[in-house]
Every structure is written in C-alpha cells, then in structure tokens.
C-alpha cells in the first residue's frame, strides 16, 4: 500500500515549480483580500423584534436609533446609531472578539486576522447629535466605514467596564472623561460568532482553490513553451 500513496517528488521538475507557484498564488487569493467585507455585506439585516440578540449585525426597519449617552444607557442593548462619518474616530486599540484579550499592537492584530477564534475588533469615539462621546467597540475588517455622508453602525448594547488595559490607554493618548471610560458599547461580538461569518472560510477556500488549477495548468503551459522555444533556438544555431 506505500508503493500506491502520491509522492511529489516523483512529479517532473515542471509540474512540481507549477504546484509550487500556484501554491503561493492560492495562499496569497486566499488569504490576502477582504473577505470578512463581502460576507458581512452579503448579512441579512436584523429587526428590530430580533435585534437584542444579534450584536453586530447590520440593523434592519425598526431597531431604535438612538442619539445620545442617556437613552444608550437606558436602552441597553438592541439598537444602533446613525451618525456623520466624521464622527466615527479610530482609537488604535483592539479587544479580542471571542477571547478576553486586548492590545494596541496593529501588527498583533493583522496577524490574527485569519483566525475567527482570535481576530480583533477596534474601539472607536463615537460623537452622537447630542454632542455626547460613546466608545464604540467595531468588526471594523468586516464593516465598511465611509469617509463621508452619514453611517449606521451595526446592532449594539453596552457593555461595562472597559478592561484596564484598554482604560490605561485611552487615558494616556486621548481627553475622555470618567463617564465616558466607564462602559463601552460591542457592535461586533454576536456576527463573528453566527453562521453568517464562518461563511469567510468557505470563501478563502474557494477562492484559492480557484486560483490553485488554473496557475498550475498555466505554469505548467508557459514553461513547456519556454522549454520549446530554447530547443528550438539550440537547434538553429547547431545548423549554422
């Protein structure tokens, strides 16, 4: 039964640089673009009768808009916000989705992005109508933030405290005051965790998969017509 397993390095030398060439295309098309956009895009919105439920999805007719400190605190969780872009601030800091963990490493963060079990979302300031400031916790890989107009964030419910490593931070590089240090609001938990997400990893897959078999056949073509084309060079110049 050994004799009848595959062996790679039995292949010709062409067709193992093929395999090892498409590899690296498949892994980079796999890998490299944002899929968590496109699934996310591809989401269902939620309403409001099922929206205390789905934090982070897109929110549909009906869930509560809300416009300041006071009615998110009193509402709790199951609704969203609709404000200027401009209002939408990064803050640099990233707590873990699934795993109680945070950092303000963007490289820490882009290196666990492939992996649903440990990816990162970001807090973001939020200034509200009311001219109240919230700290919004976003999927900000898998929710597009324009640059301008007006966004509605994803469902979202307030969370307390912020950890004291993200306390520490946000109190070191920006001017936010007691109140608003003291709770967050998580518009990015529930998706990461639904069926609607671990759809990304169908998509990376197929992706590569796609990209894998027509770079192996296409290497695999342009190296036998390079190969030809120097036999034939070699055999016109033996002539002369």
Same mark, same amino acid.
């Given at each position: 039964?050994?004799?009848?397993?595959?062996?790679?390095?039995?292949?010709?030398?062409?067709?193992?640089?093929? %395999?090892?060439? #498409?590899? !690296?295309?498949? %892994?980079?098309?796999?890998?490299?673009?944002?899929?968590?956009?496109?699934?996310?895009?591809?989401?269902?919105?939620?309403?409001?009768?099922? !929206? =205390?439920?789905?934090?982070?999805?897109?929110?549909?007719?009906?869930?509560?808009?809300?416009?300041?400190?006071?009615?998110?605190?009193?509402?709790?969780?199951?609704?969203?916000? *609709?404000?200027?872009?401009?209002?939408?601030?990064?803050?640099?800091?990233?707590?873990?989705?699934?795993?109680?963990?945070?950092?303000?490493?963007?490289?820490?963060?882009?290196?666990?992005?492939?992996?649903?079990?440990?990816?990162?979302?970001?807090?973001?300031? @939020?200034?509200?109508?009311?001219?109240?400031?919230?700290?919004?916790?976003?999927?900000?890989? !898998? @929710?597009?933030?324009? =640059?301008?107009?007006?966004?509605?964030?994803?469902?979202?419910?307030?969370?307390?405290?912020?950890?004291?490593? #993200? &306390?520490?931070?946000?109190?070191?590089?920006?001017?936010?005051?007691?109140?608003?240090?003291?709770?967050? &609001?998580?518009? #990015?938990?529930?998706?990461?965790?639904?069926?609607? !997400?671990?759809?990304?990893? *169908? @998509?990376?897959? &197929? #992706?590569?998969?796609?990209?894998?078999?027509?770079?192996?056949?296409?290497?695999?073509?342009?190296?036998?017509?390079?190969?030809?084309?120097?036999?034939?060079?070699?055999?016109?110049?033996?002539?002369?």
């Amino acid at each position: 039964m050994r004799g009848m397993g595959f062996n790679f390095y039995k292949l010709s030398n062409d067709i193992q640089f093929s %395999v090892i060439v #498409a590899l !690296a295309f498949a %892994v980079l098309a796999g890998f490299l673009p944002n899929y968590e956009r496109m699934v996310y895009s591809m989401t269902e919105p939620v309403e409001w009768f099922e !929206a =205390r439920n789905h934090t982070g999805f897109p929110a549909g007719d009906g869930v509560p808009e809300l416009e300041s400190g006071e009615e998110i605190l009193e509402e709790g969780k199951g609704f969203t916000l *609709t404000v200027d872009a401009g209002a939408v601030k990064p803050l640099h800091f990233f707590l873990g989705l699934f795993e109680d963990t945070a950092t303000d490493s963007a490289l820490r963060r882009s290196l666990n992005r492939d992996d649903n079990k440990k990816v990162f979302g970001q807090l973001f300031s @939020v200034e509200l109508e009311s001219g109240d400031t919230v700290i919004v916790l976003l999927d900000d890989q !898998a @929710v597009k933030l324009p =640059r301008s107009g007006t966004v509605r964030l994803p469902i979202g419910e307030t969370k307390k405290p912020l950890s004291e490593d #993200a &306390i520490e931070y946000l109190t070191a590089k920006y001017d936010f005051s007691e109140d608003e240090l003291a709770y967050y &609001i998580d518009m #990015a938990g529930n998706w990461r965790k639904s069926s609607s !997400a671990r759809r990304i990893v *169908t @998509v990376r897959i &197929i #992706a590569a998969m796609a990209v894998f078999v027509p770079v192996v056949i296409g290497t695999y073509l342009l190296i036998g017509r390079i190969e030809r084309k120097e036999r034939e060079r070699m055999q016109q110049e033996l002539k002369r």
